[in-house]
């Protein structure tokens, strides 16, 4: 029986190696693809500093409100501030033109008189506040009392900037005008109180927020691009054999090698150790080689390199579980589907739906409601969680237990549908 399951298995391997399209799919396009989207969403996961993001700023104020924004946004080291396009000077109607166009992502409109209206407004509110203490003539500062219109800055975005950055961005600049508006009342009182230039109040902030960042040894655990791309690529990888392992499946069963190998006699679940014990050795290895890149090629690369000390065997554990997760479902599909064309179009799109529902793409948390739980069915999901487990929660085998169990699970299940399903359909 063991040498049967030996001559299986190296059967996969010549099959494997005959397929020269295929291994370079299993091996050279995941390292590619790693690659390629670590270095896109670095930036993402670091502060911008080198790649400022253009912003219009339409100053109809020429005001301390307008100079504050103007400063704000110069500290911030994310924005270059534009005000001319052309050699002419922006105004509101050019500014929304070229946003609209696509031609910068963000225009700021600061309207008219908002520094001098804005302090009239603060000085009526300290005026009726002090005339309630008897400070002032509550006579004279009705007679004095003007309506002034609630002003309004407006911002243009580009129709394809994302939500959170329209957010971000409308928070940091409200954020602004309440410090502004915060130091003009306590300027006003000051002046109205008759006190000398130095500030009587303290306009610090009292209240501040600080990240409490989790350590291991001392050491700050910082999430990066790497960190995330290359567990969850790897993932993807490996579920990726479910392609040619289920057109393989078919192949045999199209050209009669099936049959051969079951009169030997072979009995089926022989024949599914040698595919699983084959492609469980390729799924290593594509894992390892996505590793070894995070950690010798990332920092070549100017990418944060892949801290795996101490979570080596961790992530190989779950790397392992996960393949055998991804040989299952291909097995089951490859049992199933009739031709290569059920096969292949339906395994390629099964990884994907799986890879973008599991958060590989788009984080769970961001996920519709539905959506997140939806999520929970997909292995990759279990895989991703567990290597999060590993790489930025330092957890222990006991930590990833429940999602290793239920990869484990779905490999059992899928293997014993796959050998139920074959036996009845020979016994018809």
């Given at each position: 029986?063991?040498?049967k399951?030996f001559?299986?298995?190296q059967?996969?391997?010549?099959?494997l190696?005959r397929?020269?399209?295929?291994?370079?799919i299993?091996?050279v396009?995941?390292?590619?693809?790693?690659?390629?989207i670590?270095?896109i969403q670095n930036?993402?996961?670091?502060?911008?500093?080198?790649?400022?993001?253009?912003?219009?700023?339409?100053?109809?104020?020429?005001g301390?409100?307008?100079?504050?924004?103007?400063?704000?946004?110069?500290?911030?080291?994310?924005?270059?501030?534009v005000?001319?396009?052309?050699?002419?000077?922006?105004t509101e109607?050019?500014?929304?033109e070229?946003?609209?166009k696509?031609?910068?992502?963000?225009?700021?409109?600061?309207?008219?008189?908002?520094?001098?209206?804005?302090?009239?407004?603060?000085?009526?509110?300290?005026?009726k506040?002090?005339s309630?203490?008897?400070?002032?003539?509550?006579?004279?500062?009705?007679k004095?009392?003007?309506?002034?219109?609630?002003?309004?800055?407006r911002?243009?975005?580009d129709?394809?900037?994302q939500?959170?950055f329209?957010?971000?961005?409308?928070?940091?600049?409200?954020?602004?005008?309440?410090q502004?508006?915060?130091?003009?009342?306590?300027?006003?009182?000051?002046?109205q109180?008759g006190e000398?230039d130095?500030?009587?109040?303290?306009?610090?902030?009292?209240?501040?927020?600080?990240?409490?960042?989790p350590?291991?040894?001392d050491?700050?655990?910082?999430?990066?691009?790497?960190?995330?791309?290359?567990?969850?690529?790897?993932?993807?990888?490996?579920?990726?054999i479910?392609?040619?392992?289920?057109?393989?499946?078919?192949?045999e069963?199209?050209?009669?090698?099936?049959?051969?190998?079951?009169?030997?006699?072979v009995?089926?679940s022989?024949i599914?150790?040698?595919?699983?014990?084959?492609?469980?050795?390729?799924c290593?290895i594509q894992f390892l080689?996505?590793?070894a890149?995070?950690?010798?090629?990332?920092?070549?690369l100017?990418?944060?390199?892949?801290?795996?000390?101490?979570k080596?065997?961790?992530?190989?554990?779950?790397?392992l579980?996960?393949g055998?997760?991804?040989i299952?479902?291909?097995?089951?599909?490859?049992?199933v589907a009739k031709?290569q064309?059920q096969?292949a179009?339906?395994?390629a799109?099964?990884?994907?739906?799986l890879?973008?529902?599991?958060?590989?793409?788009v984080?769970?948390?961001?996920?519709?409601?539905?959506m997140?739980?939806?999520?929970?069915?997909?292995?990759?999901?279990?895989g991703?969680?567990?290597?999060?487990?590993?790489?930025?929660?330092?957890?222990?085998?006991a930590?990833?237990?429940?999602?290793?169990?239920c990869?484990?699970?779905?490999?059992i299940?899928?293997?014993?549908i796959?050998?139920?399903?074959?036996?009845?359909?020979?016994?018809v």
């Amino acid at each position: 029986m063991l040498y049967k399951f030996f001559m299986s298995v190296q059967k996969e391997i010549l099959l494997l190696r005959r397929d020269f399209g295929g291994l370079v799919i299993l091996f050279v396009m995941p390292l590619v693809l790693i690659i390629t989207i670590t270095l896109i969403q670095n930036a993402t996961f670091k502060t911008i500093s080198d790649n400022k993001i253009p912003v219009l700023l339409v100053d109809n104020d020429q005001g301390a409100i307008a100079k504050t924004v103007k400063e704000n946004l110069d500290k911030s080291g994310a924005f270059s501030i534009v005000t001319q396009i052309d050699n002419q000077n922006l105004t509101e109607t050019s500014a929304q033109e070229a946003v609209f166009k696509g031609k910068y992502q963000l225009a700021i409109i600061i309207p008219e008189k908002l520094s001098i209206d804005l302090q009239a407004k603060v000085d009526q509110n300290v005026n009726k506040i002090l005339s309630g203490f008897g400070l002032e003539d509550s006579t004279k500062i009705q007679k004095q009392e003007v309506s002034i219109s609630q002003k309004e800055v407006r911002l243009y975005f580009d129709p394809a900037t994302q939500m959170t950055f329209k957010n971000g961005v409308k928070s940091a600049i409200d954020k602004m005008i309440s410090q502004i508006e915060t130091q003009s009342i306590y300027k006003t009182f000051q002046d109205q109180l008759g006190e000398g230039d130095e500030p009587i109040f303290d306009q610090k902030s009292f209240i501040t927020f600080k990240e409490i960042v989790p350590k291991v040894n001392d050491k700050e655990i910082l999430p990066n691009s790497v960190q995330h791309n290359v567990p969850a690529w790897s993932l993807f990888a490996i579920f990726f054999i479910v392609v040619p392992l289920s057109i393989n499946i078919v192949k045999e069963k199209g050209q009669g090698t099936q049959i051969r190998l079951i009169t030997n006699p072979v009995p089926y679940s022989l024949i599914i150790a040698g595919k699983t014990a084959t492609y469980l050795l390729i799924c290593m290895i594509q894992f390892l080689l996505m590793v070894a890149v995070g950690i010798y090629v990332f920092p070549y690369l100017n990418l944060p390199i892949l801290d795996v000390s101490g979570k080596m065997i961790l992530m190989i554990i779950v790397a392992l579980f996960s393949g055998l997760a991804a040989i299952g479902f291909g097995i089951l599909l490859g049992t199933v589907a009739k031709t290569q064309e059920q096969s292949a179009p339906f395994g390629a799109t099964s990884v994907v739906i799986l890879a973008a529902i599991g958060g590989v793409w788009v984080p769970v948390f961001a996920m519709p409601k539905i959506m997140q739980f939806v999520s929970h069915i997909s292995p990759m999901n279990w895989g991703l969680n567990a290597f999060y487990d590993v790489l930025l929660r330092n957890g222990s085998l006991a930590d990833i237990l429940p999602e290793i169990s239920c990869l484990l699970l779905f490999f059992i299940t899928t293997i014993t549908i796959a050998i139920l399903y074959d036996k009845k359909k020979r016994a018809v």
